[in-house]
Structure formats: C-alpha cells, structure tokens
C-alpha cells in the first residue's frame, strides 16, 4: 500500500509539473461558468418579469438536453482525459524508466493502482471545480436539494476515474502519447456506441445494453443512484485496470500465448457477466437522493403495487408493424421500453414482459401509409420488411393475431395488455407529446385488475350530449377517447348512459350526468332522477343560458338555480360569451394539482355560461367551485350578439356585476353515507371542444378528472402528484449575475493560471 501511495504521489507531481494538468483545470472552469453564468443571466432576467420558477436546482444542475451544468459538462469530459492519461505509461516506456520500476522491489500491480490513484485524485480536483458552482448555487438559492447535487457529483466522479482506466490501459499499449490519446478517445466511443449495437437479437441486445457507458452517469445527475450504475463503473474500472495489469506483466514474463489468452477472456468475460447479473431485477438497490423523491413512485403507487401481493404481472405489448407507434417500441427499442418499466419493477421484480410484432389494417387516423393505395397489406408488409433488412416470418399475419386477440376495437395501435391473476386491462398510448402512459395512467391499469371499478353513467333520452360522439359539443374525448390520456376510461372508470325514460337508474354508480338537456324531463324521466336523488345518489348537473326552464324544476328542490340571462366577460381577444373563472378554496381541495392550479391562478374556461345562485337554508351544504372575476364580468340579461364591437355593462337592464359562482358543490349525509352534487351553468367545460383548446391557460381536462375523483371518494384517478420543491426561489439581482461572471470567468481561472505558473516556474529553477 505504501509503494502504490508513493508512486501516486510522485506521479501527481509528474502531472502538475506539466502544464496539461493547469491547462485543463483552466479550461473545465471557463467551460462551467458559461453555462452557469448564461442560465443565472436568464433567470435573473426572468425574475425581473415576474416569472416563477420550481425545481430550480434540477434545471440549473441538471437540466434536460444538456442545459444544465452537470448534464451539459458531460459531452465535454472525454475530451480532459485522454491529455493527462496518454503519458502515465507512455511516457515511462518511451524514456525507458520502466526497465528501472521492473528492476525495483514493486509489483506490477502496486504500478498500475498507483498512477489510477493519482488520477482519481486528480479528478477529485476537477469535482472541486464544480463543486464551487454548487456552492454558488446554496447562496443564491435556498433549499437547494443538496442530494441531488452530491448525486451528480458522484456520477461524474465515477465516470472520470471510469474514464482514467480506460486511458490507463491505452497507455500501456504504446510508447507514443499521441497514439495513446486517440486510442482512448476510440474506446469512449465503443463504449457510447455498444448500447445500440445489436438491439434487434434478444440475448445479445441485453448483454450489450449493459456495458454501454451513455445514460449511466446522466440517471445519478438526475438524483437516482443505483447499485447497477455503481456496478457498472466498478466494471469497467476492474476491466481496463486488470488488463493493464496483463500487459505489463506480459512484457516482463514470458507465458505461453494461451495462457495469456486465458488470462485476457477470463478478465473480461467475468466482468461482462458481473455487468449483466448487477443489471437484472432484483439484484438492484436504489437511492433517490432528491428531496422530493422524484425518481421513486409515489406512495400512493407503491400501496398499489404492495396490495398485488406476490402474484406475478404480465405485460404483453402487442405492436402493429402497419401503424406510425410501430417506431416506438420496435425491437431496437426495447431496453428502452425497460427502462421506463424500472421504476415499476424496482417494487415488483416478478413483472414479466412479452412483445407481439403482427400486421393488420390501420383504423385510425394514424395511418401514413396513403401512399401505398391500392396495395395489399401484405404488399405493403413485404416491401417494407424488404428495406429495413427484417424477417417477414417475425410478424404474425392478421389470419394468425385475430384469433388470439382481436386489436381492432383498439384501433390497431400499440397496446399493452396487463393481466394478474384471472383478471386483465389495456394500457394504452396517447396522441399527446408525452405519448407513453403516466404514472397514473399505469397506476389505473394496475388497479382495476384489483378493485370493482367506479362507474359513471351519462344520462340518455333528452338530447344530452353523447358519449359516442366527436363533435365539438359532445363527450367523447372525456369519457372514452382511447388515445386521450385524461379520458375517464383512462384513469380508472367504466363510463355507460342510462335513459331515465325507459328504466331505474342504477344506484351502484358512482354519479349520474345530466349534461345540457334539449327538452323537459317527463314524468317519468323527473320521477326516476329525483329517486335516484332521494336515495343518496352523486349527481353532475351542467346547464347552458337559455336552458333554465328545463333544468331550474329539477335544481329547485336543491337549493340551486341558474340565473335569467348568461355571464360575460370583457376581453380584447376573445369572444365576451367566453368566461374564464378562478377556482375557490373549495375547488382547489378536489386534488393535489388543483391546489397548484389554485395557487397559481389557472382558469377554467366555460364558453356561453349561466351564473348560479343558491339558498343558504338548503338541506345541502353549498359551496362555490368557480367563480368569475367580479372586475371584467358580469351577468348580462338582455340579448347581446358575439360579433360586436363591445358588450356594454348596463345595471338599468337588470346586469349584475359580482363574483358569480359558475360551478357549486353540494354535500349532505343520506344513509350514513355523503351525497355529493355538482351543478354547473356551463356544459361546454366538459366537451370535446374545449379539451382540445390552446388558446387559452386553462386546465379543464383536470378540474373534470378532479370531479369525478371526488364522486369516486379519491378512488380514481391515482393521486401521484409530488409535493413542490422548495428550491423555487432565486437570490440574485443583475448585479449579482455580473458578479459571478466576474468571478468565474476572470478572478478563478486567473487565480489557477498564475498559482500554476508560479509552481511552473519555480519547479523550472529547482
């Protein structure tokens, strides 16, 4: 141990006597503190504009796409090394020192572990470096996540000494530096480049996966450390130090050719199966080092997931070659696949994954092959198969996919089935820019294979809006738009209508909707709906201006009625029939992501809306939901058209201009049990139209979600909402920006600069 720490030390000397070592420390810290300084200049900047920030700690430090510091030093860092590691043994075969460190009392080992001493301390100095930029961070933001930070370090630390071996052993292969640097500098590339190579055979797409380098220092950036990566780099750094080891030794001792070779596979086929065992389920520890716990599933998941028990889940992904998802989990695709199941697998190590690659009839709108009309899809099968260099015998035909499960009500679109125990699920894709199914969406899936599912039935017979429809006034989107991530059927309920003229309704659902009746109920109709009230049942009631006269009978008996006339709002873009109302403290208590909306003042947007009033002596306990705002809008009672230029304010016309309530809550205990309403003067809030609007800040597809939830008792949707981070406050000012660009650009790196030439110098004298 001393002769190894010895030749370290004298070997840190060697580098430091270089001016290579300055140079590079120089060169890391300008580097950092352009990426530092630019990102604090933008926040300042954005702060200066009232803008709000959160999580600030991951987007400085690790930001996505290489826009945060630690993630964006990353491409930079197999640039530093290979300058210091080309000479550690280069430089001792050139000069012919090695013959005296073999001649000396010093193994072989204590030569090699020595120099990757001194470069792990080398490369500590470069962690100091950015260490002084994580300090910078815990003055100008308080409650930094300081786990995270550590986390990034550590990553970057491993992949800098992973770096070293890999020079090291370059090194030793060679008398010239130059040839050693670029040999390094190709093996940083295979290593890049192996987790790509061979993707499409399964044993081998997982063996390569493993040993590739790109993503394992990126995930402890992000604040997960995990006993796979840690292994990984302790892999690598006990292959390339055992075969530099190898090499030495082969120069001094004469073997025979096999035993060497023996030597040399035995070195890196264990590390290969060490790599490989480390990275299945199972054998993976984990440590989430954020503060908020982001990269570990939510509470609320993990009971889930424990609740399932011991008994296994089976996850068949069905994937249509014809259909534009084809792309996203193709077989070069599936470690990737896997890798968004890790987090799930992390609970739950016996899920077990299929993949069925067939071909069928593209039924939705995804199809892009409209060039291919008037061929088969057999023509159009073989002729793809043919360019992209694949097997068509990998591909089950329509004939043979059909009879084990028919895909055609899923529109032919890649799909997962779940199934546990004797029950199963879908788990869907949607058409949003996330594409792949969230949390919550997963957490649905896994639960309704375990509970009886909530159910809302949507009241048919009046002229209500359709379930089954996509027009921009009707439900589809909401309650069973397969590709729609919000739709009911997405988060955990079964949706049906129930015609009150006809039968009973059902009271073993969780709410009734009446959304905008045409006509007025019939007896029969009012007598079934005020049964199903009587008996404790949950109801949603939208109306419309205009429609009073058919739904105030039916609101009347509780406490609710919509008003005469329809609510304006002032607005130099859109139309005064658009009304876009606050949530209250009420509304704000239906979920997690409602109280950050109410926090953050986001609106709801209720098109052609009638303000409610109510009765406070009701057998209801009636709170607001929405409320309008009192300073741009008013309810207006006499007739005014869209297309003018201004709709005027007139008290003398009956307007009156308050904060109107738009959507009520209603509470009381029937049975032992909460009854819980929901009345609302907007029925648009619900439809297809305005789900898909993006013109204005709203987040309708939530609060309805949120709504529904509340009839479920929180059942569903799966509340996987994180608590915010409190890192959300920056401490700088333009003068503070110009500070730290003074002192990262100029007064550090000049400090480094003369503190080596100084050393240089005087090294020179000597």
């Not at 190898?246 to 890196?268: A, D, M, N, W």
Request: hydrophobic share 45%; with cysteine; net charge positive.
């Amino acid at each position: 141990m001393k002769k190894t720490l010895r030749i370290a030390r004298i070997e840190l000397s060697t580098l430091f006597f270089s001016p290579i070592a300055w140079f590079l420390l120089i060169v890391l810290m300008v580097q950092v503190a352009l990426s530092y300084t630019t990102m604090m200049e933008w926040m300042e900047e954005s702060k200066q504009l009232n803008g709000s920030f959160g999580a600030l700690t991951a987007t400085i430090f690790a930001g996505s796409f290489g826009s945060g510091v630690f993630s964006g030093i990353l491409s930079k860092l197999y640039l530093y090394i290979p300058l210091i590691t080309m000479g550690l043994m280069s430089r001792e075969i050139s000069s012919g020192t090695i013959k005296l460190l073999y001649s000396s009392p010093i193994k072989v080992r204590e030569i090699i572990y020595g120099k990757f001493v001194a470069m792990m301390v080398y490369n500590l100095l470069l962690i100091g470096v950015l260490l002084l930029f994580v300090i910078a961070g815990i003055i100008t933001v308080p409650h930094l996540d300081y786990g995270l930070t550590l986390s990034g370090l550590l990553g970057i630390y491993l992949l800098l000494c992973a770096y070293s071996a890999i020079g090291l052993f370059m090194s030793c292969l060679t008398a010239y530096q130059v040839v050693a640097a670029i040999s390094t500098f190709v093996i940083f590339a295979f290593l890049s480049y192996i987790g790509t190579m061979w993707q499409e055979i399964d044993f081998v797409r997982d063996l390569t996966y493993s040993l590739a380098m790109t993503g394992r220092a990126e995930k402890m950036i992000g604040g997960l450390i995990t006993t796979k990566d840690l292994a990984y780099f302790g892999v690598i750094i006990y292959i390339f130090l055992g075969l530099s080891i190898l090499k030495l030794r082969s120069t001094r001792e004469s073997r025979p050719i096999l035993i060497r070779i023996g030597q040399y596979t035995f070195v890196v086929v264990s590390a290969i199966m060490i790599g490989y065992l480390t990275s299945r389920p199972g054998f993976i520890g984990y440590c989430d080092a954020t503060a908020t716990k982001s990269n570990t599933l939510s509470e609320n998941t993990q009971q889930i997931i424990k609740g399932m028990g011991y008994d296994p889940i089976e996850v068949t992904t069905y994937i249509n070659f014809l259909d534009r998802t084809y792309g996203y989990d193709q077989p070069s695709q599936r470690n990737a696949d896997m890798d968004r199941w890790e987090a799930y697998v992390r609970f739950k190590s016996n899920i077990k994954f299929k993949y069925v690659y067939y071909y069928d009839s593209v039924l939705s709108e995804s199809n892009f092959y409209k060039w291919t009309k008037g061929k088969t899809n057999k023509e159009i099968v073989e002729m793809r198969t043919k360019a992209y260099k694949m097997d068509i015998h990998t591909l089950m035909t329509p004939e043979e996919i059909r009879p084990l499960i028919d895909l055609r009500p899923e529109d032919n679109r890649l799909v997962m089935k779940l199934k546990y125990k004797d029950r199963s699920t879908f788990l869907r894709v949607f058409n949003d820019m996330e594409f792949w199914p969230g949390e919550t969406e997963v957490d649905a899936a896994f639960k309704r294979m375990t509970v009886k599912l909530p159910k809302i039935a949507f009241l048919d017979g009046g002229f209500e809006r359709s379930i089954y429809k996509a027009g921009d006034r009707d439900y589809k989107t909401l309650t069973n738009q397969k590709s729609f991530r919000y739709a009911l059927i997405n988060q955990g309920f079964d949706v049906d209508t129930v015609n009150a003229e006809n039968r009973d309704i059902p009271t073993d659902i969780a709410a009734l909707v009446i959304g905008d009746p045409k006509t007025n109920f019939s007896p029969q109709a009012l007598a079934r709906i005020q049964q199903y009230i009587d008996g404790g049942g949950n109801l949603l009631i939208a109306g419309e201006p205009g429609k009073q006269s058919v739904l105030n009978p039916l609101l009347k008996g509780l406490g609710v009625q919509l008003m005469d006339g329809a609510i304006v709002q002032r607005s130099r873009d859109y139309s005064p029939n658009l009304v876009l109302p606050y949530l209250t403290s009420t509304g704000a208590g239906l979920s997690k992501r409602m109280d950050f909306d109410f926090q953050d003042s986001v609106r709801m947007s209720m098109p052609s809306v009638a303000g409610l009033t109510y009765d406070s002596s009701a057998p209801y306990s009636i709170r607001p939901l929405l409320v309008t705002d009192e300073k741009v809008s008013w309810n207006k009672k006499g007739a005014f058209a869209l297309d003018s230029a201004e709709v005027a304010y007139s008290p003398a016309e009956g307007d009156e201009k308050r904060a109107i309530p738009t959507a009520l809550a209603l509470t009381r205990k029937v049975g032992g049990r909460e009854q819980r309403i929901v009345v609302m003067g907007d029925a648009d809030i619900l439809s297809n139209s305005e789900l898909g609007r993006n013109n204005v800040r709203n987040d309708n597809f939530h609060f309805n979600t949120a709504l529904f939830g509340w009839f479920a008792n929180g059942e569903f949707p799966i509340e996987t909402t994180r608590p915010r981070s409190k890192d959300n406050h920056l401490i700088l000012n333009a003068l503070g920006v110009n500070i730290l660009k003074a002192l990262f650009l100029w007064i550090l790196p000049g400090l480094i600069l003369i503190g080596g030439a100084i050393f240089l110098i005087r090294r020179k004298r000597k």
